[in-house]
């Protein structure tokens, strides 16, 4: 289905190109079609009818709104356009949008960034921005970026047209500045930078609009992103049948917990029993034991010192997951060495990551089977930059953590980006309040639960970060702040057996 499929700024073109000369759909009717979409979902946003105050820009982006202002005009509604750009440049379909809205009576003003209104003008209501669409690459400037800090300080609703202007649509980042929707809709195709990034700050309330595209001009522009839905994920468990046992549904085993860090390891194996695991061992330090036994007696936790413990626990284990709590001292480095050694199925986390950046030939001996979970700034390690490079691009990112580590990665965050090597998956569930400490351990328990009962790493990381996220949102109906990883373990469970 198209919302399910994330497109970049090229492929849209393409799909754009293709109605219009593949399938013989005239642009001045797509235009108007995603002018009336736009129009449809101010009505049934802002039922009361508030006066519109559209920004248009000198693209096909400002014809959307010139023909939101027609519309919108003919029913009576108060509306003004603030024109950015030289009108002259106006041209083809978009051109046409203007040249209708102005014999229909529309009022146009020019915006200058030397005397731009004061908000006072946008007062009661709802603002369309229509100034930028998706060919932006360089930072928003002159009377563009005026533009949208009015916007942005006048207080007042405000819905993005295709996409937020300021956005990248491929990478989700901000270009200096950014229109802040209260909802945004976009074309065609969904622009993949819509749902990472920067761009959940920006983008609000996402609709979709495939403007009665047919099926066959999807057909034929391929597409490498895909937006995750659990309920579809759901159905790569294993069924639950009057026989079943506990054998049937693997042998998690979490690696980790060094001494003061036992809680990330216990909240790992929790998680990976909530999740459907037959049986759940942790290999940690022995001084944790007791405490696992008192929270969770049905988890096995194995005191261990050495890799000569660990090694007789592994040939019981389906899948392992090490780095929850696990340190970077010579303990946690000799166990993620025999783990990473072994022919297990392998969630890779938190410390392990740091260890795997300073010994990045442990790749070499994996053939790819694991998924890594790095956040951004284990990422940053992994590939040797800082921060804010992940964040710039992480689309990319995931796929140089890829192309170097090989298995599937996942490049955690809003808008969590899964990636294979050949596809991407991006999360459309979570929120902030999952930022917060064991949140990550949490989702390797899941992760490797998931493995353990049969699934591929690609199939266990879609659902396993579907789930987590989708746990989180539920837990956060009673509050964001406050949020703990131990909040999640009840709604984990409903969801893995909705």
């Known amino acids: ?68 202002a027609r519309l919108a005009h003919e029913r009576g509604t108060p509306t003004v356009i603030y024109q950015l750009g030289d009108s002259a440049k106006i041209r083809g379909d978009a051109a046409r949008a203007r040249t209708a809205a ?40 002159g009377d563009y970026a005026a533009a949208i800090e009015l916007i942005n300080a006048c207080g007042q609703p405000v819905l993005a047209i295709d996409i937020p202007s300021g956005l990248c649509s491929d990478s989700g980042r901000r270009l200096g500045v950014a229109v802040e929707a209260e909802c945004t809709v976009t074309f065609i195709g969904v622009k993949r930078g819509l749902l990472t990034g920067d761009a959940p700050d920006y983008c609000g309330e996402l609709h979709f609009a495939d403007l009665e595209v047919p099926d066959a001009v999807y057909a034929q522009v391929p597409f490498q992103a895909e ?16 026989n079943s046992h506990k054998g049937r549904f693997g042998h998690a085993l979490v690696v980790g917990g060094d001494l003061g860090m036992g809680g990330a390891a216990l909240l ?40 000569a413990e660990l090694d007789a626990l592994l040939p019981r284990a389906s899948a392992a997951a090490v780095g929850p709590g696990l340190g970077q001292d010579a303990w946690g480095e000799q166990l993620l060495h025999l783990v990473s050694g072994s022919a297990l199925p392998l969630v890779v986390d938190a410390d392990a990551l740091n260890l795997l950046a300073t010994n990045p030939g442990l790749a070499g001996a994996r053939d790819g089977h694991w998924i890594l979970t790095p956040h951004p700034g284990e990422a940053a390690r992994l590939l040797g930059v800082d921060t804010a490079a992940i964040q710039a691009d992480r689309f990319a990112a ?23 090597g050949e596809h991407f998956a991006v999360c459309p569930y979570g929120n902030p309040g999952m930022a917060s400490g064991g949140m990550g351990d949490v989702l390797s328990g899941v992760l490797v639960a998931l493995l353990a009962q049969g ?26 702040r406050g949020l703990l990883a131990t909040d999640l373990m009840p709604a984990l469970r409903q969801l893995i057996d909705a």
């Not at 290999?283 to 936790?301: D, G, K, Q, S």
């Not at 995931?398 to 969590?416: F, I, P, S």
């Open 1 to 68: 289905m198209p919302e399910r499929a994330l497109y970049t700024a090229a492929q849209t073109r393409e799909l754009d190109r293709t109605a219009i000369e593949d399938f013989d759909i005239p642009g001045i009717r797509l235009m108007s079609r995603a002018g009336r979409a736009a129009f449809e979902l101010i009505q049934a946003q802002w039922p009361e009818r508030p006066p519109l105050v559209i920004f248009c820009g000198t693209g096909n982006n400002g014809g959307d709104g010139y023909i939101v």
């Open 268 to 307: 790992a194996s929790e998680a990976a029993a909530r999740c459907g695991a037959g049986l759940v061992s942790a290999a940690t330090r022995p001084a944790n034991v007791p405490a696992f036994n008192a929270r969770r007696p049905e988890i096995m936790a194995h005191g261990v010192e050495s890799r």
């Open 398 to 420: 995931a796929a140089r953590l890829q192309e170097r580590y090989g298995g599937v990665v996942v490049l955690k965050g809003a808008g969590t980006i899964i990636s294979d």
């Open 227 to 242: 937006r995750m839905v659990l309920e579809d994920l759901l159905t790569c468990l294993p069924a639950i049948t009057a």
């Open 455 to 480: 699934l591929c790493p690609w199939d266990a990381a879609r659902l396993g970060v579907c789930l987590h996220s989708a746990a989180a949102d539920i837990a956060a109906e009673e509050g964001q």
């Open 102 to 141: 102005l014999e229909s009576g529309v009022e146009v003003r020019a915006f200058s960034d030397r005397a731009p209104p004061d908000t006072g003008a946008l007062e009661s209501a709802v603002v369309v921005d229509a100034m930028l669409g998706t060919g932006l690459a360089g930072d928003v400037r």
